[in-house]
């Protein structure tokens, strides 16, 4: 828990209860992985995080004078100034006006706590091939919607809404099995699967913060149909191995009025997925496009979209860029929280994920690698893994090892996670190891 930055001289240790906005929290009374605070020193700048430091924690260490970094500026504070613009509101559609509505209501966050948890329902084995199903079915319907979105078609709005409601029914079942499958990525089927793996997550997310089945299927459906537009930017653009040119990005940025045209011009359009494609790249501070709205005037759904969609984005490999791994793409997110993402949904999305999630595949302290099964809501960074190569890397007879383990004192500290592995690691692929039997020792009761 040490930090090198820390002058010890000059902190001193505090309940939880007696946190108060504007202390830096230098070092907590855990480890920082499991918490949602993936930067370790921060100034505590909203409720919203003195209530996840109350949820994670007994105490923590703060600087006597409420800083850490001496006469220099905080460097996690800057960039986090006041809106630099503001907006009248002129213009505003009868959907931007329920849209600021929004704002004069509890976020979701807030209200979470007040709905009913959703429990795991069944075993990720058992849930297994209902949602390898839902995600072929998915596969399919993305394909062909993306191929009308090309040629200007009007789009299958409901044909995509019938399978978000197979998704959503799965990952209400259980979470783990269909997280697991949107870790399958190729680059050259990037926005095709990123528009699918979007809809997985952000129904997980959706699933975490406990919104009720119909929310799902909204947020699902926006998470599916968000990037339509792109499919009419054109291909030398949307392909580029390198950095867009400012006349290139401006057609890039084009995409999201795109999507909303191609959206409200289908038969049974669905306002909250026009909102979605619309508003996915606006931020809290107003400077997202194509509009540059501020938090106000955003609703939940495209807080929560723009989320998923940069995680997922920074998570895979694209013509221009390497993939992150999980933990860089969930500091970025951290880093930009309260900026270009809401915070309090960026705190619950890191809380959701963790380091380790679903499919991840990892390599630990002796040398055996496995996959990541599931995780405890609090102890993300001791997962369920299944191994499957020994520490010489030769294929083993399958186990399911609980890493809480570890904690408990049952299991060896050479157990704990080493790294993390691409995709194709030792010859180990996602797609060629379905859940099965290995699973049938989990409880119901396991979280993602």
């Excluded at 504070?77 to 809106?83: I, L």
């Excluded at 704990?416 to 060629?432: A, C, N, P, Q, W």
Aim: proline share 4%; glycine share 8%.
């Amino acid at each position: 828990m040490s930090n090198k930055f820390i002058d010890r001289s000059n902190y001193i240790r505090v309940p939880a209860s007696g946190l108060k906005l504007g202390m830096f929290v230098a070092e907590l009374d855990r480890p920082w992985l499991e918490t949602p605070f993936l930067m370790q020193g921060f100034t505590i700048r909203s409720l919203s995080e003195i209530r996840k430091l109350k949820e994670y924690c007994d105490f923590v260490f703060v600087d006597k004078e409420g800083r850490l970094w001496g006469d220099k500026k905080d460097p996690f504070r800057s960039g986090f100034g006041m809106p630099k613009r503001s907006t009248d509101g002129s213009g505003d559609s009868g959907l931007q006006k329920r849209v600021r509505k929004s704002d004069e209501t509890a976020s979701a966050v807030e209200t979470m706590y007040g709905r009913t948890e959703h429990r795991v329902q069944r075993g990720t084995e058992e849930e297994h091939p209902a949602a390898r199903e839902a995600y072929k079915a998915a596969h399919h319907t993305v394909s062909g919607i993306l191929e009308d979105a090309r040629l200007g078609n009007a789009l299958d709005t409901q044909g995509a809404k019938k399978v978000v409601t197979s998704c959503v029914e799965s990952l209400l079942r259980n979470p783990s099995a269909l997280m697991w499958m949107a870790k399958i990525k190729h680059v050259d089927q990037y926005t095709m699967e990123h528009c699918l793996n979007v809809c997985i997550l952000a129904i997980a997310f959706g699933r975490h913060l406990r919104l009720e089945d119909e929310e799902l299927v909204k947020l699902g459906a926006g998470g599916m149909l968000h990037d339509v537009g792109k499919m009419q930017i054109p291909d030398e653009i949307l392909n580029k191995p390198s950095k867009l040119s400012e006349e290139e990005f401006s057609e890039m940025k084009k995409h999201p009025e795109i999507g909303r045209n191609l959206l409200m011009k289908s038969e049974g359009s669905m306002s909250y997925a026009v909102d979605v494609a619309f508003n996915h790249h606006e931020q809290m501070d107003g400077q997202g496009y194509p509009r540059g709205l501020f938090a106000k005037e955003l609703s939940q759904y495209s807080r929560i979209i723009a989320i998923v969609d940069a995680f997922d984005a920074m998570t895979s490999d694209r013509c221009y860029d390497a993939a992150r791994s999980t933990l860089d793409a969930l500091k970025e997110i951290y880093r930009c929280r309260g900026k270009h993402f809401d915070e309090e949904l960026a705190l619950e999305f890191i809380q959701l994920m963790g380091p380790y999630p679903p499919g991840t595949i990892v390599e630990l302290n002796n040398g055996h690698v496995g996959i990541v099964l599931s995780s405890q809501e609090k102890k993300r960074h001791l997962p369920q893994v299944r191994v499957v190569l020994d520490k010489d890397k030769s294929a083993m007879g399958e186990e399911v090892v609980d890493l809480l383990g570890v904690e408990r004192g049952t299991l060896p500290r050479d157990w704990l996670i080493r790294k993390v592995l691409k995709d194709g690691s030792h010859g180990i692929y996602l797609e060629e190891y379905p859940v099965r039997s290995a699973l049938a020792g989990m409880a119901p009761n396991e979280e993602v």
